[in-house]
């Protein structure tokens, strides 16, 4: 399957970007999605996950400014950023793993990645 990630681009502090993420190849709706995010020099950390009951996973950096959410009729997921951050810049990428009991915030849970979408926010 493919991931293909769009949406990011340079912003402001205060602005919003909303990531999309289109899903082929796979049974979209049994997956859970999650967003990680890879800032220069450090490694690839948890944004948001939404699991295949679309319950919801943020980071607690994020928490009331991000929305997760998905479309199963259009095998995509969206990000919605609010309140944008310099330390959210960062190159954005989507995720897909399949089964229970899964750790969404984990980065070794999944093998199924996009090519990501820089975020950069100025101050």
């Known amino acids: 399957g493919q991931l293909v990630e769009s949406g990011g681009g340079l912003v402001q502090a205060g602005a919003s970007l909303r990531l999309s993420c289109v899903s082929s190849?796979?049974?979209?709706?049994?997956?859970?999605m999650s967003w990680f995010r890879e800032s220069q020099g450090k490694e690839r950390k948890f944004v948001a996950a939404?699991?295949?009951?679309?319950?919801?996973l943020y980071t607690d950096s994020v928490k009331g400014r991000f929305t997760i959410s998905r479309d199963n009729g259009k095998n995509t997921v969206h990000l919605q950023m609010n309140s944008l951050k310099p330390e959210d810049t960062g190159v954005y990428y989507c995720?897909?793993?399949?089964?229970?009991?899964?750790?969404?915030?984990?980065?070794?849970?999944?093998?199924?990645w996009g090519q990501g979408t820089q975020v950069t926010v100025s101050s």
């Open positions: 995720a897909a793993v399949v089964g229970r009991g899964v750790s969404l915030a984990n980065v070794r849970a999944y093998s199924d």
């Open positions: 190849g796979r049974p979209f709706s049994r997956y859970s």
């Open positions: 939404i699991d295949w009951t679309n319950g919801t």
